[in-house]
C-alpha cells in the first residue's frame, strides 16, 4: 500500500512512522524528523498540488492530518479526482470551525454537552456570565472560531470572565475567531480523548488517551495546542468508553449522516467526566496532537487496513491494541503558547533509550543544522510495559535533549502512579 500523509506537525511524523511498518508512506510537507525522499514541498493546503503528488506517487490511501485543509475542502478535491482519502471533506469539517455551530449541532443531537450561550457583544456577555454565576457554576468563556486551542478561559470569579470577553470581544485577542464569544458552564471532572476511525455510521475507537493542555505544571498557566499526553488511562474503564460511543460518537455521525455526510476519517472527542457521566466538551475531525503521538505506539500491526478500509467507506477491521503503555512529552520553545523565537539550535543524543521515539513538529533545517521553528517542537514518545516504566524512559530523554528556552511539563502521566 501507498499513503500520503498530509501536514507537517508531531501527529504527522507519529502517523509516519506508525504506518510506514506495514506501508510505503509519504509526507507533504512534512518535517525534519521524517526522511527526504520521503517527504515533498507541497503545502497541506494546495488542493491541486496534493493531488497531484498523489497521483505522482500513485498513492493508495491520502490521509488528511491537520484541520485547516480539511476545512478547506483538500479532500472534496482528492476525492473528486479518485482517491481514497482518510478526512472528511469540507461539509463534515464545517462545524468544527465554529464551538457554537459544533455545539449547536450536538445539542440536536441528543450529545451531553456543558450548558451554554453564544453572545458578540460584551453587554450580552457579561450578562450571561453573571447569571451562570448567580445559578452556582463556574463560567467558561470561549472563542468561538478556531484560535489554535488557545481560545478557552476557565473563570473562577465574574470578574475574570469580563476580562476574557473583554480581551476577545474588544481587544480582539483571537481576531475574527473571538466575535463570537461562548459562555459555558464549568464542568468538575477529568477528561480524556478518543479517537473513533469512523466509515460513515461504522466506527472503531483507538486506545484512549489523556491530553494535557495547560502549559505550565499542575494545570497552571494559559491553554496550548496539548503538552503531553499517555495511554492508557487507568480511571478509564469499558464501560465509560462503551458509555461516551453510545452517547457521543454514534449520535454525531448519525447527525453527519442525517445531513447527507457520508463521514470518512477520525472523530476525536474531547470528553469531560462528571459524576460517571461523560460530556462532549468539543470534537474534532482529526487525529488529536500530541494524543496521536501516545496511541500509535499501543497499536498493533492493521492500521493502514483500518485506515483505508474508513477511506473506502468500508466494514472497519477491530484496530489490535498492545499490552503496554506509550508517554509522550512535547518539548516547546521558550514562550510558547505566546510569542517565541524561532531559529533556535537544538542539541540532540546520538542514540535514544529503547522503546523511545522523537517526532518532530516545529523544527527547521538551517545552515547551522536543526533549528526550531515552531511552538510546540518535539515530543518525546516513550513505550514499554507499564506507565512508570514509560514515564522514566520519557523523561531521561527529555534531559538529553537542549536548546535555549526550551520548557515542559514534568508532570506528564504523573497523576496515575
Ligand atoms: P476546548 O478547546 O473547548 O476543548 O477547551 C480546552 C480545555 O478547556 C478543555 O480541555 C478543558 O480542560 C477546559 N474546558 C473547556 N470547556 C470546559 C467546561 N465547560 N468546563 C470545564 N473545563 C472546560
Ligand atoms: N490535543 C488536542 C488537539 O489535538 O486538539
Not at 56 to 69: Q, S, Y
Not at 250 to 268: C, N, Q, T
Not at 346 to 364: C, D, R
Amino acid at each position: 500500500m501507498r499513503v500520503l500523509i498530509v501536514g507537517s506537525g508531531g501527529r504527522e511524523h507519529a502517523l509516519f512512522w506508525a504506518l510506514s511498518k506495514e506501508a510505503e508512506v509519504f509526507v507533504a510537507p512534512g518535517n525534519p524528523g521524517i526522511p527526504e525522499g520521503f517527504r515533498f514541498a507541497v503545502s497541506a493546503e494546495d488542493a491541486a498540488g496534493i493531488a497531484d503528488l498523489a497521483r505522482r506517487l500513485t498513492a493508495d490511501l491520502v490521509l488528511i492530518g491537520p484541520e485547516a485543509p480539511l476545512i478547506a475542502g483538500v479532500a472534496d478535491e482528492l476525492r473528486a479526482a479518485g482517491f481514497a482519502v482518510l478526512g472528511p471533506g469540507a461539509e463534515g469539517a464545517f462545524h468544527e470551525a465554529s464551538k457554537q455551530r459544533s455545539r449547536e449541532m450536538m445539542q440536536r443531537a441528543g450529545v451531553p454537552v456543558p450548558r451554554f450561550y453564544s453572545a458578540q457583544t460584551v453587554r450580552d456577555a457579561v450578562s450571561l456570565s453573571s447569571a451562570m454565576f448567580e445559578s452556582g457554576s463556574g463560567v467558561v468563556v470561549k472563542a468561538s472560531g478556531a484560535a489554535l486551542g488557545k481560545g478557552v478561559v476557565v473563570c473562577s470569579t465574574p470578574d475574570e470572565a469580563e476580562d476574557a470577553i473583554q480581551m476577545m470581544l474588544v481587544d480582539e485577542a483571537f481576531g475574527e475567531a473571538g466575535r463570537t464569544v461562548l459562555i459555558e458552564e464549568r464542568l468538575t471532572g477529568r477528561e480524556f480523548s478518543l479517537l473513533s476511525v469512523c466509515s460513515g455510521e461504522r466506527f472503531v475507537s483507538l486506545p484512549v488517551a489523556q491530553d494535557y493542555k495547560r502549559a505550565l505544571d499542575r494545570d497552571r498557566g494559559p491553554n496550548t495546542g496539548g503538552m503531553g499526553s499517555y495511554s492508557p488511562v487507568p480511571w478509564i474503564d469499558d464501560d465509560l468508553v462503551e458509555k461516551a460511543e453510545a452517547q457521543i460518537v454514534a449520535p454525531i455521525l448519525r447527525m453527519m449522516k442525517s445531513e447527507g455526510i457520508d463521514y470518512r476519517g477520525v472523530l476525536f472527542s474531547g470528553i469531560m467526566v462528571q459524576q460517571g457521566q461523560p460530556y462532549c466538551l468539543e470534537y474534532n475531525v482529526r487525529f488529536g496532537d500530541p494524543e496521536t503521538q501516545s496511541v500509535v505506539r499501543r497499536l498493533g500491526p492493521g492500521l493502514a487496513d483500518l485506515l483505508l478500509a474508513a477511506a473506502q467507506g468500508e466494514e472497519l477491521p477491530k484496530p489490535q491494541v498492545l499490552p503496554n503503555a506509550a508517554v509522550t512529552v512535547v518539548l516547546a520553545s521558550g514562550g510558547y503558547p505566546g510569542s517565541f523565537p524561532k531559529g533556535v539550535p537544538i542539541t540532540l543524543p546520538t542514540a535514544l533509550p529503547e522503546g523511545v521515539e522523537l517526532f518532530h513538529a516545529g523544527t527547521a533545517m538551517s545552515d547551522r543544522g536543526l533549528v526550531t521553528g515552531g511552538g510546540r517542537v518535539l515530543a518525546v514518545s516513550a513505550a514499554a510495559p507499564d506507565l512508570a516504566d514509560a514515564r522514566r524512559r520519557a523523561y531521561e530523554t527529555c534531559g538529553s535533549i537542549a536548546f535555549a528556552g526550551m520548557h515542559y511539563r514534568r508532570d506528564i502521566a504523573g497523576e496515575p502512579l
